[in-house]
């Protein structure tokens, strides 16, 4: 079972640069959401989907934007990167709202 | 003010003993969730327990138990035979339901605490 699966699992980006996160669920989960990690930190959420076509604000959107074409897929963008977006980024999806969260393996962003 | 505190940064215990890791939760709702997670070192987020607050009885998962003390709003993780693989980071997280005005789709984390299972 592949779960969610998430690409790059690594990148190192200048500044300026911009860059998509992919993201993909294949256990037709409604709601999935986009968490970065800093180090030392809990996660804080960027943006979250609970269906095809709706996205909305988490804790720490700027400098991000999402779309949801899809049950399947949920990219995030950066535009502009800076070094302030240097983190750790986690998608994840659960099945019904409040439910338990299922995780991709993360993608390490670097931002020079 | 946070909604999920974790207080100990980092734990030790010794192989084969108990360990209880701390979480305290703020919220004004009376429905709500509260979720630990495990990241190991090799980064990945894997869901151990969870407690909703309408729940009587204490959450238990095999070795895992949550302490849950609602008049305290506390919800402590419980982790019994402690085996060196469960040496890891540990996140409590909350979902809290409509009336906080927030939301009932996103989980809000604590910092975490670092366990170290020691032979």
């Known amino acids: 079972n592949a779960g969610v699966t998430q690409t790059p699992k690594f990148r190192i980006l200048k500044i300026g640069q911009s860059m998509t996160l992919q993201c993909a669920q294949d256990?037709?989960?409604?709601?999935m959401y986009w968490y970065r990690q800093d180090p030392g930190m809990g996660l804080k959420l960027i943006y979250y989907?609970?269906?095809?076509?709706?996205?909305d604000k988490g804790e720490v959107p700027n400098g991000y934007n999402v779309s949801r074409s899809t049950t399947e897929d949920f990219p995030l963008r950066l535009e502009l990167a800076a070094p302030s977006q240097t983190s750790v980024y986690f998608c994840?999806?659960?099945?019904?709202?409040?439910?338990?969260?299922?995780f991709g393996s993360g993608t390490q962003l670097s931002v020079l | 003010a946070q909604k999920i505190t974790q207080t100990q940064p980092g734990m030790f215990v010794q192989e084969k003993e108990a360990v209880t890791l701390d979480c305290t939760y703020d919220?004004?709702?009376?429905?709500?969730?509260l979720f630990w997670y495990k990241q190991p070192s090799s980064g990945e987020m894997i869901f151990l327990i969870y407690?909703?607050?309408?729940?009587?009885q204490n959450a238990t998962e095999g070795r895992y138990s949550l302490n849950f003390q609602k008049a305290r709003k506390s919800a402590n993780l419980v982790i019994s035979a402690s085996q060196l693989g469960d040496s890891a980071m540990y996140f409590c997280?909350?979902?809290?339901?409509?009336?906080?005005?927030?939301?009932?789709?996103?989980?809000?984390f604590g910092k975490g605490t670092l366990l170290t299972v020691n032979p």
């Open positions: 994840a999806s659960s099945s019904r709202e409040g439910e338990k969260l299922f």
């Open positions: 256990m037709n989960h409604n709601y």
């Open positions: 989907s609970v269906g095809a076509g709706i996205t």
């Open positions: 919220t004004s709702d009376q429905s709500y969730g």
């Open positions: 407690q909703g607050s309408y729940d009587e």
């Open positions: 997280a909350m979902r809290e339901g409509w009336n906080s005005g927030g939301s009932n789709y996103k989980l809000t």
